[in-house]
């Protein structure tokens, strides 16, 4: 039954429909409502999609699991590297594959760190991937996206997600091409997907590896 799960209720005026989210990273349950909905209408969407919803919490699960599985290490493009806490420190410093991090709870300096690295490893791959396709951007920025990986703009500008640098190399490399692509092609069109094929060859094995452990790449 609806209440023996627990969710919480958002209104947006932006929303045409009543849906349903889960937040892979923490497992929360969120019931979007439109300002007409009624409160019992969220219940009756959570029992409707309930089955849904347990798939989705199990995955959850299941990339926490993955994630505590780690012990005192993080991923970075495929390499593990090794936390070190140090007393003092208040920014992480990479030796080898050693992350100097600050002594306790390091999370708020790991995600300092890797969108500092993410700008480092994003920009020449962006170029080299514009200059390909012949065309130009107007902006990149780095953000914490909950559900998109990268995004691309009428006007030219390009996000990406930081924790991309939780992936593989291969992964990283397919969301700069995907990206770089809509600055030709702005759908999913055929004639998307076949440049980007053109380009990439191969790109459906990263994209499969996104899908299916995307939830995983937290800290």
């Keep these: 039954m609806a209440s023996e799960l627990a969710y919480s209720i958002r209104r947006s005026s932006r929303a045409r429909r009543v849906g349903v989210r889960v937040d892979p990273r923490d497992g929360a349950v969120e019931v979007v409502l439109p300002t007409w909905a009624r409160v019992r209408d969220a219940e009756a969407a959570v029992v409707e999609l309930r089955p849904w919803i ?3 919490l199990a995955e959850a699960a299941a990339a ?11 991923p970075y493009l495929g390499t593990a590297l090794e ?17 100097l991090v600050p002594a306790g709870d390091a999370r708020a300096a790991l995600e300092r760190w890797y969108r500092r690295q993410a700008r480092a490893e994003l920009v020449p791959r962006v170029d080299a991937a514009t200059a390909a396709l012949g065309v130009s951007y107007t902006s990149l920025t780095v953000r914490d996206q909950r559900t998109r990986w990268g995004s691309c703009t009428s006007k030219g500008g390009l996000s990406f997600n930081w924790r ?23 759908d999913h069109s055929t004639r998307f997907w076949s440049l980007l094929g053109s380009h990439l060859p191969g790109y459906a094995e990263p994209q499969r590896w996104l899908r299916r452990h995307g939830a995983t790449l937290v800290l």
């Design 83 to 99: 936390l070190v806490p140090e007393h003092g420190r208040t920014r992480v410093h990479r030796r080898g594959d050693v992350l």
């Design 64 to 74: 926490r699991a993955h994630v505590e599985a780690r012990g005192s290490t993080v």
């Design 164 to 186: 991309l640098l939780l992936a593989p190399e291969a992964v990283l490399d397919y969301v700069v091409w995907h990206e770089a692509c809509h600055l030709v092609v702005l």
């Design 54 to 56: 347990d798939r989705r």
